[in-house]
């Protein structure tokens, strides 16, 4: 793992505590600073915009049955996040869904000319798919002997596909922090209307500084951007792929989350006005994002290392040990949950005699009306737990609330087959290869 240069940096790879410590910090204050949900919110809204038009457009130009539109969400769906994460972290919103838009296009001339004339536009789409390389590649390196990654042709050869995806996407990174800090330099007053990640990271680190307080070393910034744009993309698309199929697969459930974004959002209009207020309010699409990842988990496991002796089920372990958790199993373990291998949002979700919701939804067993905190509370393992749990949980919460929101307050959709399996493919996450679904306006949206 070490071949992989962000090991010991950064969050997610990062076994030095003191080290981790401090960006962890840095990190968290940079996510709390005021204004950067909502403007994260706007972005997702605004984002959903272009996807719907080139939806539209695409459903216009092309036959499309009964007003159906039919799509492989997945490719969708990963650019969507892609371009998402981009611009909520760095400022700087990519052009990958375009790219995608563009390679519908049956006039060639057309298509070179959109992605290869605009740098940026084809670069984006690179981005997409060297995270989705060096993803796939973590696990490679873990399980693959340095041997044959170095001296074996095949191996070499994969190992090196996957350093260059990393070196791409770092490259790439160094130029946005350049720019940035150009900016906090130059003209300061530029960056007072910014909530981005990185430009509340440099800020925050530049005040450390100058107050000669503990900050951030340039190379620790660019991993934890790194590390976000990571955990930000592949697992909440992969997520939403997961929760959209589900929803489909059982339309009772569909029904009863629809209502509530009726409820929350009245307005027919196709412009929402969506704040963190009404995405709070969404308790029971809340429900159905857990139970989703309950039943698919996106990280199936997860290592940790002792940084000192220990004692684990009644046994004394030594420092480093390795442990593995199996959030899969522990997900479908029958001792905490009812029924485990059915779909069920009912069981995150309470209603009381008065028809006032619980304000603690993500804790309840419907059957026998105990939380599934009283039973144990780390039965459920969405964004890992403990002081190494995911620091953008609230962040990711929001951003698949307002798309689950916006995609069926004005779409009806299904399956183009339900009873085709999902098709997945497990390394380091669960990946989801292809979701074909079809999409209409709902009535209320006409």
């Excluded at 992989?4 to 600073?33: A, D, H, M, P």
């Excluded at 050869?157 to 996957?162: G, I, L, Q, S």
Aim: glycine share 4%; charged share 25%; hydrophobic share 35%.
């Amino acid at each position: 793992m070490n071949s992989l240069r962000n090991f010991g940096r950064g969050i997610s790879l990062n076994n030095n505590y003191e080290s981790w410590k401090v960006n962890k910090y840095f990190l968290v204050q940079s996510l709390s600073t005021p204004g950067f949900n909502e403007e994260a919110i706007k972005h997702n809204k605004d984002l959903f915009e272009v996807l719907d038009g080139y939806w539209n457009s695409l459903k216009k130009s092309q036959s499309c049955n009964d007003n159906w539109f039919e799509m492989d969400f997945v490719q969708w769906i990963n650019r969507f996040m892609t371009d998402n994460i981009s611009i909520i972290i760095t400022g700087e919103r990519g052009c990958s869904i375009s790219s995608y838009y563009h390679s519908f296009n049956s006039d060639k001339s057309i298509l070179e000319s959109s992605l290869f004339d605009d740098p940026k536009v084809y670069n984006s789409d690179k981005f997409t798919r060297a995270i989705k390389a060096y993803l796939r590649g973590v696990s490679f390196f873990y399980f693959v002997h340095p041997f044959l990654r170095r001296y074996v042709p095949y191996f070499k050869n994969k190992a090196n596909a996957v350093l260059e995806s990393r070196d791409y996407m770092l490259k790439t990174i160094d130029n946005i922090i350049e720019r940035r800090t150009f900016d906090l330099v130059n003209t300061p007053q530029k960056l007072k209307s910014k909530h981005d990640l990185l430009t509340n990271l440099i800020t925050a680190n530049h005040d450390a500084k100058s107050k000669l307080t503990e900050f951030l070393p340039d190379q620790e910034i660019r991993t934890v951007i790194f590390d976000m744009f990571l955990a930000g993309t592949d697992t909440s698309s992969n997520t939403l792929c997961y929760i959209i199929y589900y929803i489909c697969l059982n339309p009772h459930v569909k029904q009863k989350m629809v209502e509530e974004i009726d409820l929350v959002f009245p307005d027919s209009s196709d412009t929402l006005s969506i704040t963190a207020n009404h995405l709070t309010r969404l308790k029971y699409c809340e429900a159905i994002i857990k139970e989703a990842s309950r039943l698919m988990p996106v990280l199936p496991v997860a290592k940790r290392v002792a940084s000192a002796e220990c004692e684990v089920a009644g046994y004394i372990w030594p420092a480093k040990t390795i442990f593995q958790l199996n959030y899969a199993s522990i997900h479908m373990n029958e001792k905490y949950w009812t029924n485990p291998t059915v779909f069920d949002p009912d069981r995150f979700y309470l209603q009381n005699d008065l028809g006032e919701l619980n304000d603690d939804l993500s804790n309840f067993d419907q059957e026998n009306k105990k939380s599934i905190h009283e039973k144990d509370k780390h039965s459920l393992v969405i964004f890992g737990g403990g002081i190494r749990s995911c620091p953008g949980k609230k962040l990711a919460m929001f951003n698949m609330l307002t798309f689950i929101a916006l995609t069926f307050k004005k779409y009806d959709v299904e399956l183009m087959d339900v009873d085709a399996p999902l098709k997945t493919h497990t390394d380091f996450i669960i990946h989801c290869l292809e979701l074909k679904i079809k999409i209409k306006p709902r009535k209320s949206s006409l």
